[in-house]
Every structure is written in C-alpha cells, then in structure tokens.
C-alpha cells in the first residue's frame, strides 16, 4: 500500500510539471513570438511562472522528504516536518513573486511595517486558522493517530432532557466531538468519529478547545433494567461471560449496578471494543442481556 501511494505521488508530480512544461511553453510563444500580451502586462506573467515553478519545487521536496524520512518515521512524527516544510515553501513562494514585482523584500522583512501587518493580520479570522494549525504542530496537543475528544464551546449541544436516558445509551457527546485523529493540515483538522463521519474542525477552534486523549479503541457503554427478584448474583457470571465471548472485546470488561428503582435495579456494562460503529458493539450486549435476563423471569411475569 505504501509502495502504491509513493507511485501516485510521482504520478502526479510528473503529471504537475508536465503540466508546467507546457504552460511555459504557451507563455513563450504568446509572449515572445506572437507578443499579444502587451509589456506592460509581463510582470504579472513573470510573477504567475515564478509561482508556478516555486510551487513545483516546493511539491518536488515534499516527496522527496516523504519517501526518505518516511522509511525511518512514522505518521506522526513525520507530519509535523512536513508541515513545517510546507510552510517555509509557501512564505518562499510569497517573497519571490513580491520580488519579481521590483519591491525590496529584505527592507519588508525587516522593517517595522511588515511585523506590524503579521501582527495585525494574525489576529483576524483570516489567518486565525493557518497560525492556529502552526501553534498546534509546534505544541502538539494530540498527533495523528490518538484518539481525542474534544470540547468547544463554539459547537455546544443541548438536549431536550432533564436526566440521560438508561436503556442503550453510550456516552451523551455534548459540547464536542470524539474519534480518532486523520490529519492536521493548515486550516483544518480531521477527526474520524466512531461511526465513520468526517469531521473538519477549525484551527483556530482547536487553540481555544479542551482535550481528551483516550484510548485508541471506543469504550462502548450499556445500562440495562432488570427487576429486583432476579438477583445481581444470578445473571452476572453469564452476562461477564458473554461479554468475553465477544470477539471484539479488548481487556476487561466492567460490570456493577449503576442504580436502584422501586422494583428495579439498573446494571452498567462498560468495555473497549474494537470498532468501528460502537452502534453495533451496543446493539450486540443488549441482544446479550435480553437473552441472559428474559430467560431468567418468572413464568407469571
């Protein structure tokens, strides 16, 4: 599989300056052979070349990283190099076509107005997220591969409920997001959920989150209501063993009464599982615990 994606890489870089090649080729014989775009106007294709082969450069030393480094590293150790290439390429890439329009970019640089304007322009949505996405690759919160949860105020959940409700309720996700770490990128990061949705959550909402690095395998929980005359004692052995016969099961699972009713008691199933729908996980111990507790009524109930 890795072998593949290095070939579509290459493919693609190959199809990129292919593509450059001839988009040179077009602007010399527009330009110096036909000459229909008027002098004036040269800077600016001068500027859009300069651009074109920096992006390409920039693109051609991000493979070459990938596929050396990437023998010796690993995703997430890896990603945070790349973007920070990634990064210096792109302010490269900026200075050159400021440059090829006569401005003095050492003078901008160093001088108090291009700080200023960083500053400035840092602190607006524009670039929240690119600087967000920078303060998370450098700090390194969580890295691709955890499993995060994650809290924001800016996507608050509230429920129409006074109490949580017990039959085949897992955990009630409000104020976040939960699932395992795709990718940070600039702008975005993505985040697959335990039931496969893709979510792209801001940078700059990031910066300002809470996190919770969990386990990398979904913790499913189940609360089941059995009446009190079926005593704990009898069905906990056959529900524990159940839960072990589950081929997805990781480690122990946890099993106790959560709470009591009049008639009722109230039993918590917790466990890791290895999945990628906890849905399914749930469904599976509720047909478990039907058939282990139904079984155990009294015939006149």
Known sequence: ?????HKDRFLALGSLIALLIGLLIVVFVVTEILKIIPANYSKFIDAAIIAIISYVVVRIVLTYIRRVLGK?????????IIFMVRMVGYFIIALAVVASFGINVSSIILGSTFLAAVIGLASQS???NQFSGLLLIITRPFKIGDRVWIHAWQFSIMYAVIAPKYFSSDFLYNNGFVGKVKDISINYTTLVTDGGEV??????????SAYRITS???VVQVRYEIPKYLRFELVKDEILAGLKQMAELRGSPFLAIDET???TYVILVRGEFSTTDPSI???KIIEMLISTVETKRMPNN
């Open 216 to 218: 990398k395998t979904p």
């Open 126 to 128: 524009v670039l929240a």
């Open 261 to 263: 009713t009049l008639n």
């Open 1 to 5: 599989m890795q072998t593949k994606n």
């Open 281 to 283: 996980i749930r469904g």
């Open 72 to 80: 010796f590293l690993d995703q997430s150790t890896l990603h945070p």
């Open 199 to 208: 979510v792209k959550i801001a940078n700059n909402v990031l910066t300002q």
